[in-house]
């Protein structure tokens, strides 16, 4: 029987979490059976096996329980991935072959499916000399445009796009062209970016001082603190990045502070790691722990979050040992310190249930109240776990007692840790949970309010159709249960009519008992004033919090899907507008408009010749044929075979934009050459690449990762409304903002993987 509550649940276990055959077939024929692989898979390294794997499918069953991704995809499946979602990678020489060495661990981590950040600060800033060769440095950011195009390559465990987080240092020499460099819709769409921002620089900032910025103590330029924030400011405001980190209170706090030095995160800012760090995720959901959820009664059970959370150490724990790592220096990273990150799922559906708004200082309360039960909890769990395997190896009582984030901790706790070490060196982190929180039920993701009660979302069915189904929160729905239709409560507020203020003050009171950090986007509206944007960021700052990441709807990232309860259908079509779906191939007209285009590869000695021609639907043009011509006859086979290929997916019609991204996604592995001031990994991206801004030009696509101009799998588009960005996994209009990633809610695809 299955124990799915909604539809959208199951089809989320179907597609990413049921473990199948190559061909397709399933192995996992239930939930339950995904279960039990889990569960076998973490309790194969306990000595009595058979217990644990009991203890384990218990805390698993009904969704109490939620491994992150890689481990509910791929715990006993026997497949080599990793079950560790985040990885920062090693420190970047500043010398070409250390950069290029460190490039090709990035892909060998995220072929294996984790996230990896990256601190681009070591690399020498633009028109610095390199010694020997008579020439200026090209700087940090032409070398992330080598890292983006290696990315594209990269498909992680579920056929996902690796995803990858850069940091630069407020103080670098290039920290402006790092801070604007996402304005260019068409640039290092593969990162997120972060500025890592110390303690000085905010001294300087609140005092209105002057900041160097400076690269090997040489001082480059000097300019004002107040400057270079608003510029910060302005890029985030414009276009929702770069994300601030604050990096002296990360690692002031860091319980590892006497034996490690952070200085990037992985993709979702939720884990800030040292050179090589790994981490592995998981979070107990709130939301299935409410007793007489709606009543004057409704509480969370305590005691049985203390169980859970305890059980959950455990199988975290086990995972250290049970996973495979891509690199051996990130297996030795995490044997040695055995960090795990324990978070939460369903908080503001919990408190929903419980009678409190989301956003108010008595949910802010509530919040820290049962944060500080988990972190109690989860520090017990892993001294119990010392007492009985051995406390993590580089543990050293003093220091580690000393650490920020252990002054508050129970002093029962303390003495434990004092008495028996500690088994894990971090243990709670609170990380993206959009695609597990669907598959739970569609309970609230993370620490983040609801973002909609209830939705329709389009499911594309085999024969090509698609059909509507509701998608309707955890808690709503229970409310539904209980009292039909009865108004919801006032206390019943979302990530929409919430004010900025109130995000960080939840996010706040969170992070007091959060020895990580946590992944959460503040949603503000596209009216907020600069000021009082700038307001939430230092808001943030002042609260102790270690980084604040915004979304305000913009022309560069998009506008953010909005839905009512009382919608009855999402804004997806529009009577009267033009079918562009073809079912059948369009005949070929006499006459084409079209474009040729000139592209002089470095390594050939003819020049390719590109032409695009178009057809004319619905008073719109769409790409149609293409003839790629050459006088070098090495080129000739393949490029007849490819204007072949490509004219005959054209003439499909549909979405063809992802053409674009698979020929710019071919490495070649001579190398591919700069072109432009970017790193171009071969010539079929090249030709990727001119298709892509052909495309632009005629207004097919709106650039680069910014979606088509219409849904063409649709029934019926408006072709004049505005649509934000498409999915790039199913082509839904249902792109969200969610604890700093943009997540489809119709397929539950992630940016960060």
Request: negative net charge; charged residues 25%.
């Amino acid at each position: 029987m299955s124990r799915f509550s909604a539809p959208i649940a199951e089809q989320i276990w179907d597609m990413k979490y049921r473990f199948k055959e190559a061909d397709g077939t399933a192995i996992d024929a239930t939930v339950e059976d995904s279960w039990k692989r889990i569960a076998k898979a973490l309790a194969s390294v306990e000595t009595d096996a058979p217990k644990w794997e009991k203890t384990f499918y218990n805390a698993l069953e009904d969704f109490k329980f939620l491994p992150a991704g890689r481990i509910t995809a791929g715990a006993g499946t026997g497949r080599a991935v990793t079950l560790f979602n985040c990885f920062v990678m090693g420190t970047i020489p500043d010398s070409m072959g250390g950069i290029f060495d460190m490039l090709r661990e990035a892909a060998l981590t995220m072929q294996q499916g984790g996230g990896i950040g990256y601190d681009f600060s070591t690399i020498r800033p633009k028109g610095a000399g390199v010694s020997g060769v008579a020439a200026d440095a090209s700087g940090p950011l032409s070398f992330m445009d080598v890292w983006d195009a290696m990315c594209r390559t990269i498909m992680s465990a579920g056929s996902r796009r690796g995803a990858m987080m850069a940091t630069m240092r407020c103080d670098h020499p290039d920290i402006i062209d790092f801070i604007t460099a996402k304005s260019d819709p068409a640039r290092l769409r593969m990162f997120n970016m972060s500025v890592l921002v110390t303690d000085p620089f905010m001294e300087a900032v609140k005092a209105g001082k002057s900041w160097d910025l400076k690269f090997n103590d040489k001082t480059y330029s000097t300019i004002q603190a107040r400057d270079l924030w608003d510029k910060i400011m302005q890029s985030t405001y414009d276009f929702a990045e770069p994300g601030v980190i604050f990096i002296d209170r990360i690692n002031q706090m860091n319980n590892l502070n006497y034996c490690e030095q952070i200085a990037a995160t992985n993709p979702c800012g939720e884990q800030p790691l040292p050179p090589y760090g790994a981490c592995l995720l998981g979070s107990v959901n709130l939301a299935r722990l409410i007793k007489d959820p709606f009543e004057d009664a409704a509480t969370l059970d305590v005691a049985e979050l203390e169980a859970l959370v305890a059980t959950a150490v455990r199988m975290m724990d086990n995972t250290v040992d049970a996973s495979q790592f891509p690199l051996e220096a990130q297996a030795q990273e995490a044997a040695a310190k055995r960090r795990i990150g324990l978070g939460v799922t369903g908080l503001a559906d919990a408190l929903l249930m419980v009678g409190l708004r989301y956003g108010s200082d008595e949910a802010a309360r509530q919040t820290e109240h049962w944060l500080h039960a988990i972190a109690r909890a989860a520090y017990r769990a892993s001294a119990h776990l010392a007492r009985e395997k051995g406390a993590f190896p580089l543990f050293e009582a003093d220091a580690f007692l000393a650490s920020g984030s252990l002054q508050a901790m129970d002093e029962d706790v303390r003495s434990e840790i004092a008495e028996h070490g500690i088994r894990n060196a971090l243990l709670t982190s609170i990380a993206p949970t959009g695609t597990i929180s669907l598959y739970a039920g569609n309970v609230s993701s993370g620490i983040e309010p609801v973002f909609a009660y209830a939705y329709n979302r389009k499911v594309l069915q085999k024969d090509g159709s698609r059909t509507e189904e509701e998608v309707v929160d955890y808690a709503v729905a229970l409310w539904r249960e209980k009292f039909g239709d009865a108004p919801l409560p006032d206390h019943f507020v979302d990530a929409q009519t919430l004010a900025p203020l109130e995000h960080v003050k939840m996010q706040s009171a969170a992070q007091k008992w959060v020895d990580s950090s946590i992944s959460k986007t503040i949603n503000c509206p596209e009216d907020i004033s600069f000021e009082a944007f700038k307001e939430v960021y230092m808001e943030a700052w002042d609260t102790g919090c270690k980084g604040c990441t915004t979304y305000r709807p913009n022309d560069i990232t998009g506008s953010v899907l909005s839905v009512s309860e009382s919608s009855e259908v999402a804004a997806e079509a529009d009577t009267g507008a033009e079918v562009i779906y073809m079912s059948e191939p369009l005949d070929r007209p006499n006459a084409l408009e079209g474009n040729t285009y000139k592209l002089k590869w470095p390594d050939s000695e003819h020049a390719i010749y590109l032409t695009v021609n178009d057809v004319i639907v619905g008073g719109h043009r769409r790409p149609f044929e293409v003839f790629i011509n050459s006088k070098n006859m090495e080129h000739f086979a393949w490029t007849v075979a490819l204007t072949r290929m490509i004219s005959a997916v054209f003439r499909r019609g549909g979405d063809v934009s992802f053409v674009v991204e698979e020929l710019k996604a071919v490495f070649d592995p001579r190398g591919g050459a700069w072109m432009g001031g970017k790193y171009i990994p071969s010539i079929l991206a090249a030709i990727g690449g001119v298709i892509e801004q052909h495309m632009i030009a005629t207004g097919f696509i709106e650039g680069e990762g910014m979606g088509l101009k219409v849904d063409p799998t649709a029934d019926v588009v408006n072709l004049d409304a505005p649509r934000g960005k498409s999915c790039p996994s199913c082509g839904q209009f249902d792109m969200r903002m969610v604890e700093g990633c943009m997540t489809c809610a119709s397929c539950g695809h992630s940016k960060c993987g």
